[in-house]
């Protein structure tokens, strides 16, 4: 059986979710019997270098502002070019591309959807319907997302794929000395509650309601620490409000950073406080690294967190109710320590990076048929 050739099609390699499946994709799906080419709509970014220097290949499309209708070819000559048998759109604005590219070309697109598009106005519904008929599947990273596809986009089930995302297990794993290792150059203390939120500073992510948690929890007497791991056009007026909460020695906020499965070690618990989310790539990381999640219960993340099992799920924009939770799991370590042992074997069986890279390379055989 000859490996196929897989054309990834994404707006940018800055550091997400969605850019670090694209990044495994490329590094291990060798391993599963597919090759994967990268084109970007616009500029690469971090992850893009990190791609280059595994070896890997990637080209910038300069797609101009609003609709472009010269990027569609550009990706034919590319798809040509390097023999794609598949092309893969991620996201919508991506995945119209990807879908016009196969038509013009005779060849299968597929289309990735990462979340659930938030704050998507008409525009946005209508890339959504658009790239969803161009495409011959569409792939839904959880329950939610495929629901919203089926129903308010109006796709037939036969076009609609759920896989979810995975994690690399082996690096994303429990590490007692890179704990002791990170606590101690933070100048953390030992027996110090430390949450940790890894993503981007973004509106979506509502790392506002995180941070009044966080205040809410130091008023009421425990002596909470916050890193935040991400960069964003927020962090400014985050770490703004973080001063005026009386956070300013309290919140770290790290910035990009390659240790990532470290950071997690370093933490007590993993919080999500986002409106908005698909099947969310950090919070797998950090159960898979052990720890007890505390999540909005929004998009995905009910999939993924069962409650009392492997963490706690509150309401989004109630900054008393997550304080609440984290209150909780921070006060009972061996409850904590429990809940991220589920939580581990919960990724271990169900969200595990070859999994999803197993379902995608089927996908792709089946889509590619007699090219392959």
């Not at 790239?131 to 792939?139: F, I, N, Q």
């Not at 169900?350 to 090219?371: K, Q, T, V």
């Amino acid at each position: 059986m000859r490996e196929l050739k897989v054309l990834h099609v994404c707006h940018t390699l800055n550091t997400g979710g969605l850019e670090r499946i694209i990044l495994e994709m490329a590094r291990r799906g060798r391993e599963h019997g597919f090759a994967s080419w990268v084109a970007t709509l616009g500029p690469g970014g971090g992850l893009a270098r990190e791609l280059l220097n595994l070896g890997g290949h990637w080209r910038g499309l300069a797609k101009r502002e609003g609709l472009d209708w010269r990027t569609a070819p550009r990706l034919v000559s590319l798809a040509k070019s390097m023999g794609a048998d598949v092309i893969h759109g991620h996201n919508e604005g991506a995945g119209l591309y990807a879908g016009l590219a196969g038509r013009l070309s005779a060849r299968p697109a597929v289309c990735t959807r990462h979340g659930l598009s938030f704050g998507a106005g008409p525009k946005g519904v209508w890339l959504r319907r658009a790239a969803g008929w161009l495409c011959r599947r569409t792939v839904c990273v959880g329950g939610k997302v495929l629901a919203m596809a089926r129903h308010n986009d109006r796709l037939p089930a036969a076009r609609l794929t759920l896989i979810y995302n995975g994690v690399d297990t082996r690096v994303f794993a429990p590490d007692r000395e890179a704990r002791v290792r990170w606590r101690g150059r933070l100048g953390i203390e030992p027996g110090r509650p430390t949450v940790i939120s890894v993503g981007r500073l973004a509106p979506e992510k509502d790392y506002a309601l995180l941070l009044r948690a966080i205040a809410s929890l130091r008023a009421g007497g425990m002596d909470a620490c916050l890193l935040l791991v991400g960069d964003g056009r927020e962090r400014q007026g985050l770490a703004d409000l973080a001063g005026r909460l009386g956070l300013a020695e309290s919140a770290f906020f790290l910035g990009e950073r390659r240790e990532v499965p470290e950071l997690l070690n370093a933490a007590d618990v993993f919080a999500l406080s986002s409106l908005s989310e698909g099947v969310p790539m950090a919070m797998l990381e950090a159960m898979s690294c052990g720890l007890p999640v505390v999540s909005t219960a929004v998009g995905g993340a009910p999939e993924v967190v069962e409650h009392g099992g492997c963490g706690l799920l509150v309401s989004s924009r109630q900054p008393r109710d997550l304080a609440a939770a984290l209150h909780e799991i921070l006060a009972d370590q061996g409850a904590a320590r429990r809940m991220g042992m589920r939580g581990r074997i919960r990724v271990l069986e169900r969200f595990s990076l070859d999994a999803m890279l197993s379902a995608y390379a089927a996908l792709y055989r089946e889509l590619a048929g007699g090219r392959a």
